[in-house]
């Protein structure tokens, strides 16, 4: 089993659309989670941290359940700017462990 | 100004040459990383050093030797480069204690 799982893409889009992104992590004891995103032949980016309580930051909201190991992404109104692969990560002990990234391609 | 950079950004070279990727950070981080994406986009961690000291090293072959000569620069020196070793290493910084890294643009390494 991967240690951090998550939906196979590509999620072709439409412009305004609302995408989710699920990720699923098999190891209990990690610590902190995020988000990064990650565009074409280019580095890797932190778009947001996780929180348990939920956190929103503009059109893009995440979702943590302990108890379930399972991370969200959720995006409102996407744009073709968002188009890009995006990243369940979490941190096990000093390191963070990266999912295989989620491909999503928004069309006008 | 680069946060991270990476020297060379493309690197084509021949199975059992040696080559060497440098990465320098103006961030002032304590903590520097290399990372391998391979061609099915999965980025592994291979070594971490916090203040030019080795604290992790993931199963790595001993042909990739990482050396930090000051706390700003994360070298990666390969030998006897094989064709697995193809793929995309990218270099990454953060404060000590934090989570947040910051990537480099990565080096593209073909070996043939």
């Known amino acids: 089993r991967k240690e951090v799982e998550q939906d196979p893409g590509p999620f072709n889009v439409p412009e305004g659309a609302t995408v989710a992104f699920n990720c699923t992590y098999s190891?209990?004891?990690?610590?902190?989670f995020f988000w990064y995103r990650q565009d074409c032949r280019k580095e890797p980016k932190l778009l947001m941290s996780v929180y348990s309580s939920g956190n929103e930051d503009g059109r893009f909201t995440a979702q943590l359940n302990r108890a379930s190991q399972y991370i969200s992404l959720l995006i409102r109104d996407s744009k073709l700017s968002d188009s890009a692969t995006y990243l369940c990560?979490?941190?096990?002990?000093?390191?963070?462990?990266f999912g295989q990234g989620t491909e999503l391609s928004v069309k006008p | 100004d680069t946060a991270v950079s990476q020297t060379p950004k493309y690197l084509v070279t021949q199975m059992g040459n040696d080559k060497s990727i440098k990465c320098e950070q103006n961030?002032?981080?304590?903590?520097m990383y290399w990372y391998k994406q391979d061609s099915k986009k999965f980025l592994k961690i291979m070594f971490s050093y916090n203040n030019k000291e080795l604290i992790i090293n993931e199963t790595v072959p001993n042909r990739f030797s990482p050396k930090s000569p000051d706390k700003a620069h994360l070298n990666l020196h390969i030998n006897s480069l094989e064709l697995g070793d193809s793929a995309v290493y990218f270099c990454?910084?953060?404060?000590?204690?934090?989570?947040?890294?910051?990537f480099g643009p990565g080096t593209r390494l073909t070996v043939t």
């Open positions: 190891n209990s004891a990690s610590q902190s």
């Open positions: 990454a910084s953060s404060p000590f204690g934090r989570s947040e890294q910051y």
């Open positions: 990560v979490v941190r096990e002990g000093g390191k963070l462990i």
């Open positions: 961030l002032g981080h304590d903590t």
